[in-house]
């Protein structure tokens, strides 16, 4: 009866250590996080992650405790996350070969694009659309179009032209050569009847 109480109590205590192995790991869209806990220190254990079969993290050996984070390259697309950790103690009953999935990550929402740049379909601000009515010509109808030849203004520094007469001043000096004209014919009257009554 002693015999099979040491023989239980032994079979508890080589348990025990086994029993207390936690693997622990969790996947996201972009890393991948390992945490082992609890193994044999004085024993080879291995761990292993791969990708879609790519490595992640080349088989590793580790003692007691394993923590890692690893980022996971770029895809477009889910991917595949193995965990293989090998334990060494006893005969391996508590080794992992785990998978999960890496979903796509949400992209960033694009920019909306600010009122300086231009989006393709759309006319720019600068940009008027036609109405389809045409505009006004800037030149009257009354006056030559512009490719019609300018007659030249005469510039300040020409000679003037010869009077023709029509002056505004011109009745003005008429009446004084009249005046004088009368005036002096009367002087002269004067003068004669003067000399005939002297005579």
Known sequence: MAAAVVGLTGGVISA?????????WAVTCSEVTVDLTN???????????????????????????????????????PVTVRLVVKDADGDGKHS???????????????????????????????ETPSTGTPEPSATPSGQPSESAPAVPAPSPSSPDLAETGSSSSTPIIGGAAVAVLLAGGGILWAVRKRRTAQN
């Open 39 to 77: 193994y044999t220190s004085d024993v080879p254990n291995t761990v292993t992650i791969t990708v879609d079969g790519q490595d992640l993290l080349p088989t590793e050996t580790f003692g007691r405790e394993f923590h890692k984070k690893l980022t996971l390259p770029e895809h477009d697309e």
């Open 96 to 126: 992992v070969d785990d998978e999960k999935t890496a979903d796509v990550c949400d992209e960033e929402p694009s920019p909306t694009p600010t009122p300086t740049e231009s989006v393709p379909g759309e006319p720019t601000p600068s």
């Open 16 to 24: 025990g250590p086994a029993a207390a192995h936690t693997p622990t």
